[in-house]
């Protein structure tokens, strides 16, 4: 069954993602000088800022009577659990989204 393994497949990456991400983890107390909850819950280092500028020279996957054909691209970003979807952009194999987002 096609669909259903990738249904699957999508169910696995999406819970691995989700226990792989901090603050997943589990720690081990070494000392007494450090608590707990700082080793489960750490601050964060940083911030992972992601621009997404353009594509180019994609497949053309609408195909027309006369053989020409274009696509309606989108991109789709994973990071860990979050996921992010650009819109998408009619009839262009050379799209532009100058989009930003933050993990």
């Not at 860990?80 to 979807?85: L, M």
Request: charged share 25%; with cysteine.
């Amino acid at each position: 069954m096609p669909g259903f393994s990738d249904i699957l497949r999508r169910c696995i990456v999406e819970q691995v993602a989700k226990m792989m991400v901090l603050p997943n983890k589990l720690p081990i107390k070494l000392s007494d000088e450090i608590p707990t909850v700082d080793l489960r819950m750490p601050e964060p280092e940083g911030v992972l800022r992601i621009h997404l500028v353009q594509a180019q020279n994609l497949m053309r996957k609408d195909v027309s009577m006369l053989g020409k054909g274009k696509s309606d691209p989108y991109a789709i970003i994973t990071v860990g659990a979050q996921q992010w979807k650009t819109k998408h952009i009619d009839n262009n194999i050379n799209p532009k989204w100058e989009f930003w987002c933050e993990a």
